[in-house]
């Protein structure tokens, strides 16, 4: 086993950045002629003066990170504006927007937390106490989609469980979820069932406990109606519980390995109904400007009514378009993954296309107690899971990371054929070669032979920072520390709260009448859509519960909506679904105990194991699966749903109770 951590100077570096800089400008004929052409620099054609723009396919974006903001002596006050902005400002049109990235395809109008894509990172510690304000600088709600209106044609149709409230709606009421975090759910803490109204502020304060994971967690809008499109135009931004000592929890010294926050937000403004921004911003009534242009300035399209769109969209990493993040050969480091999209599953470090060796330390904020190789399934991403990911690459030169498709067997055995897929290029990793490793590491070794003893040197040791761990040891089956929660398994069931939680879809169904008609389905859970709180389950504090999620069946008829939740086959119109939703459960992280579809199936679709603990996890399609769960230290009304937005939106929420209340 070879491990070999490597550093430099900040100092040295800064200086020969300086140096080369200043021949740039001094002269630049003479760097470009000893370098290269513009087009050999930046991988392009070289702009024309009057346009100052390259293709979108040679323009390079740089990986970086969002902005971040820790806490300190216990405590991180945060302000969250939410408002809407130009982004991606193109250089021609759309003058007035934010800088963004110059070379995202398309610029147009979001709401953004902070005027920042994605929204700020939050850094906190277990024991810390966050404060956020949330101020809502949006503009009003239009009356059309005021409940008393009248515009729901859906309640006037004699559909009794057709409540009002399950319609896009009220795009510009917002609320805060801090999605995966173990902290309370009720009072101005993580409390879904408040909301905001434009023009206003709100008050949060989170208590995380001491023993709360270290991990990965994010946050996100949750009002209901307006959730999905407020995270299709980015509202989210990442929150990381610290790991101890700011060191990861390997083995030396892959314990000091270099990390990097990968936030993935989709882009599509044409290609499905829930899956479209401009489909939901129709569906809810947005006022928000629709006018969507390329990087020329061109007009994509200026409203919903346009059917020559752009093509399916992209997905942005930290806001950047396709970045690009320069490693070493043989490094080993972390990709913290964060889907904060709000529809499409993603398949990703697929092996066929991906060279370099990768394994998952954690899923959704929680360690694995052995790390686990990336096998041929690749990883799965479905909309608000995480994945803590090893990454070394053996291989110098370019390596591009895609979201590809999933083999059609695994289609039909498990995802659905109606789910929701994204593929194509997120990001792409620049391996530099040995030799460049090499010679660092020397000169480094040089310069602290120049130091002499090892007397303290007035605090130049400071500028030393870790760069990189090149290692040789296999990624697959390293021990992870700092790893809790029991094995619910050898819980025996007569100590366990049985439940199913059915999701069911409906016929299509009118919404909106008039120039502007909207149709879309009708969605539940255990026969009901979300009428607020109106608990269908109760849950003592400290009681172990064992849930069986069913996503077996929907309504195919119009006219109808269906009928009471059953386990057994389908019957009259129902059939089998082919729409994979995934399942999310608000305060407690769960632990997955059995599923209809056998371990040959489950260990092929890269997203969980038997005996795995998550928050968010795909279903089998159609099928089952049973989690268990222990609803720790916190009260009150707390949330189950489908994590496809604009599905929960429409009434894939259960409400439920925890204590007495």
């Known amino acids: 086993m070879r491990c070999r951590p490597h550093q430099r100077r900040v100092g040295v570096l800064l200086v020969c950045l300086l140096v080369l800089l200043a021949a740039v400008l001094l002269f630049p004929r003479l760097f470009f002629d000893a370098y290269g052409s513009e087009k050999q620099l930046f991988g392009g054609t070289a702009p024309a003066p009057a346009l100052r723009s390259r293709a979108v396919d040679a323009c390079r974006s740089r990986f970086q990170e969002p902005t971040k903001r820790s806490s300190s002596r216990g405590e991180l006050f945060v302000t969250l504006h939410v408002d809407a902005h130009r982004v991606h400002r193109d250089e021609q049109g759309d003058r007035e927007g934010l800088p963004g990235d110059p070379c995202s395809p398309l610029a147009y109008t979001s709401r953004l937390y902070e005027a920042s894509l994605p929204g700020p990172t939050l850094e906190v510690q277990p024991g810390d106490s966050l404060y956020i304000s949330l101020v809502n600088r949006l503009g009003a709600n239009i009356p059309l989609l005021a409940e008393a209106s009248g515009a729901f044609l859906a309640a006037e149709q004699g559909y009794e469980r057709m409540h009002p409230w399950n319609t896009l709606r009220f795009p510009n009421t917002t609320n805060l979820h801090v999605h995966g975090m173990h902290v309370s759910p009720a009072g101005v803490a993580d409390n879904v069932y408040r909301e905001l109204g434009p023009g206003k502020a709100q008050q949060h304060v989170y208590r995380i406990p001491e023993d709360h994971p270290r991990g990965v967690f994010y946050y996100h809008p949750h009002a209901h109606g307006s959730s999905g499109l407020q995270v299709f135009n980015g509202m989210a931004g990442a929150i990381i519980v610290k790991d101890r000592d700011g060191r990861l929890p390997l083995p030396e010294p892959l314990d000091g390995i270099r990390d990097f926050l990968c936030v993935l937000q989709r ?146 055995a498990y995802y659905g054929s109606h789910t929701d897929t994204y593929t194509g290029l997120l990001m792409r990793l620049d391996v530099l070669p040995q030799e460049t490793t090499d010679a660092a590491q020397a000169a480094n070794a040089e310069s602290d032979e120049d130091d002499g003893d090892d007397e303290d040197d007035g605090g130049e040791e400071a500028d030393k920072v870790p760069r990189y761990v090149a290692c040789d040891l296999p990624l697959d089956g390293i021990e992870v520390q700092d790893v809790d929660g029991e094995d619910l398994r050898a819980i025996p069931d007569t100590q366990v709260l049985k439940h199913a939680v059915q999701y069911q879809a409906g016929p299509l169904l009118e919404r909106r009448s008039g120039e502007k008609a909207v149709n879309y389905f009708w969605y539940g859970i255990n026969g009901n859509p979300f009428i607020g709180k109106n608990p269908s389950i109760r849950v003592p504090l400290g009681a172990v519960l064992e849930w069986t999620i069913v996503n077996m069946h929907q309504r195919s008829s119009e006219g109808e909506l269906p009928s009471a939740p059953s386990l057994e086959q389908p019957a009259g119109r129902d059939e089998m679904t082919r729409s994979n939703h995934p399942f999310h459960l608000h305060t407690n992280h769960f632990q997955i105990v059995a599923a209809t579809v056998g371990s040959d199936v489950v260990n092929r679709t890269g997203d969980w194991e038997i005996g795995d603990w998550r928050d968010t996890i795909s279903v089998a399609t159609p099928g089952n699966v049973t989690i268990r769960w222990i609803a720790r230290d916190f009260v009150g009304w707390s949330l189950a749903h489908c994590h496809i937005f604009s599905h929960a939106d429409t009434g894939m929420d259960m409400p439920f109770l925890i204590g007495s209340g």
């Not at 093509?311 to 806001?319: A, Q």
């Not at 599953?345 to 899923?363: K, L, Q, S």
């Not at 904020?365 to 995480?386: D, K």
């Open 267 to 412: 882009v599509n403004f044409d290609g499905g109904r829930f899956r479209s921004t401009r489909w939901n911003m129709e569906g809810s009534g947005d006022l928000l400007d629709m006018r969507v242009r390329d990087r020329l300035g061109r007009a994509v399209f200026t409203s919903a009514g346009d059917a020559d769109a752009a093509d399916d969209g992209y997905v942005l990493v930290n806001g950047r378009y396709r970045p690009s993040l320069e490693v070493r050969q043989d490094e080993v480091f972390r990709l913290r993954m964060v889907h904060a999209g709000a529809n499409d599953f993603m398949r990703i470090f697929d092996p066929a296309e991906f060279p370099c060796e990768v394994a998952v330390m954690g899923r959704d904020g929680r360690y694995m107690r052995r790390t686990r190789a990336v096998g041929a399934a690749g990883l799965t991403l479905v909309p608000g899971s995480r994945a803590d990911v090893l990454v070394r690459c053996s291989k110098p030169g370019a390596h591009l990371l895609r979201a590809t498709e999933w083999p059609e067997d695994l289609v039909e």
